[in-house]
């Protein structure tokens, strides 16, 4: 990396845009083998007897461990080492990792793979949020970061409808050394390796002049550390609010499939096209909304705009999120349930470019990373296992999964409005002090 110092703005232009493409086939690909697990609960739990409670453990806490664990000492990689390489090493080990998921044969072996699905990963978001802010200036960061981020919702509607089409077609292989796979076995090694071809593509990309960098400046941990304490209101209420958040929209997510499964009746095929149209649709409608909200506010001089956005999007989720549950057709549910997935993707964009304003270019990977490791050690890491414990341990049926989604959502919503409510003065004030 060159440490020449530079604190002119980026100057963002077609290439620029060129690298958010392919950073953002890089996101769908890795919400595509993260959500692949969402449309194969059945199966899964079939074949190796398991509990949803088991299955919620798989989709969160063994990706979210690594993932959240890891993502630190990346970030820090990130702040110092040629960002396209770290992207690209990430890539190549969760596609083989998520291929690794098909050949396990117990519970044991797919949470240790799915593990692996996390740590490759960690790899991914810091880097791009990092390279994305040397590319655009600020007032153009949320809506480029949006963008990024509505792959999340192409990846995950792209799961949906793949895996439905692939349970209906896939026959069981038989592969020599390994013996006979159950068409949920095969999904995942078809899935994860073409993802050895987009880690290929983003080696070539070429790695951004860092802007805004002090000469020589490699911060540690420590040095980190304290600049989040210095600033420990507006860092310490909106990361975590924004955490909080994601228990609504992960617990949730996780489920719905399921949740049409068992309450209307439908095949996993019967879902997969639906659902998957409605995420893709309801996520990138609801984020590239969100981008647009906080980049006009922001233009009009509201410093907390990227903080408003989030507010917005629970003030739209929390209501459709808990009324899809009581729905009494499949029509009403999947449009409420658009509703609420529309509602969750709006602050997502915000969010990020909220962080990069107000963190050293040098400190920006591993700020990211504390970011990412609280979404998903809470979001990822409790919500889909909150739901399930609810299913399992409170209710104790699993046609009550409905009621499991709902009073997730009524217990996060609040409490992340009330929290970054609370970040919106610390915020400002950070932001009007400091100027990178």
Partial sequence: MSETATTAQPNSGPYAWYVVAVLILAYTFSFIDRQILTLMVGPIRATLGISDFQLSLLHGLAFALFYSVLGIPIG????????????????????????LCGVAQNFVHLFVARMGVGVGEAALSPGAYSMISDYFPPHQRPRALSLYTSAA???GGIATMAGGALIALMPPLNLPGVGT????????IVVGLPGLLVALLVATVREPRRTGLKVGAHPNFSEVRGHLSTWRGAY????????????????AIAWIPTYFIRHFGWTASQVSLPYGLITIGGGVGGINLGGWIATRLRQHGRLDANIIVGLIAIAVAMPSGIAAT??????LALFLFTMFLFGCAIPWGGAVAALQEVTPNQMRGQVSAIYLFCLSLIGIGIGPTLVAGFTDHLFGNDAALGKSIALTIAIAAPVSALLLSLARKPYCRALGAVSF
């Fill in 236 to 251: 310490g209420l909106l990361i975590i609010g924004y955490a909080v958040s994601g228990i609504m929209w992960n617990g």
């Fill in 181 to 188: 796979l159950q068409p949920w076995q095969a999904i995942f």
């Fill in 76 to 99: 820090m990689m990130v702040d110092r080492k040629k960002r396209t390489t770290i992207i690209a090493i990430g890539i190549a080990v969760w596609s083989v990792m998520t291929s």
């Fill in 326 to 331: 009581f729905a009494g057709t499949p029509t």
């Fill in 153 to 155: 919702y192409i990846g």
